[in-house]
């Protein structure tokens, strides 16, 4: 992935149909859902695969994202929305990021706050995941990729 995949660029909500440009923003996001904490967003990537999976599955993906956003996971299970530990964004400040997972049967959409924004992006996802813990590649990918989105700023 290079970083002109992160282009400066938000897609207008759904929420308020508005065309504004966000000048602040740092990647190439469409927006999911808001929040009272938290404004949830997604790589156009992570997206595009996302809106091809099962109704079902993408119904309930963006309720539990719904609730973080308004709770963080403070009401949420483990088989719902879990934190999947902290990873290295890959600058040299040797950052680390928290990486969260949603979860809906065999879907898993990981992402992470950007530091000292209310946007949380989902930046990888997994859509056939295999019994046990998440893919440790997507998830060090996960926050390689909120570092580059955090690194535009």
Request: glycine share 8%; charged share 30%.
């Amino acid at each position: 992935m290079t970083t002109n995949d992160f282009k400066l660029y938000i897609k207008p909500s759904p929420d308020n149909g508005s065309q504004a440009k966000d000048e602040t923003d740092h990647g190439n996001l469409e927006h999911v859902v808001s929040g009272v904490l938290l404004d949830v967003y997604m790589t156009k990537r992570v997206k595009k695969q996302f809106d091809k999976l099962d109704a079902r599955d993408r119904a309930r993906a963006e309720r539990w994202m719904r609730y973080f956003s308004n709770e963080l996971n403070q009401n949420l299970i483990e088989t719902q929305c879990r934190s999947e530990g902290r990873f290295r964004t890959g600058g040299a400040t040797g950052k680390q990021v928290q990486i969260f997972a949603f979860k809906s049967r065999q879907v898993r959409v990981y992402g992470g706050q950007i530091p000292n924004t209310r946007r949380f992006v989902c930046s990888e996802i997994e859509p056939a995941k295999k019994q046990g813990s998440g893919d440790q590649e997507k998830l060090k990918r996960a926050a390689i990729n909120l570092g580059m989105l955090e690194s535009q700023q």
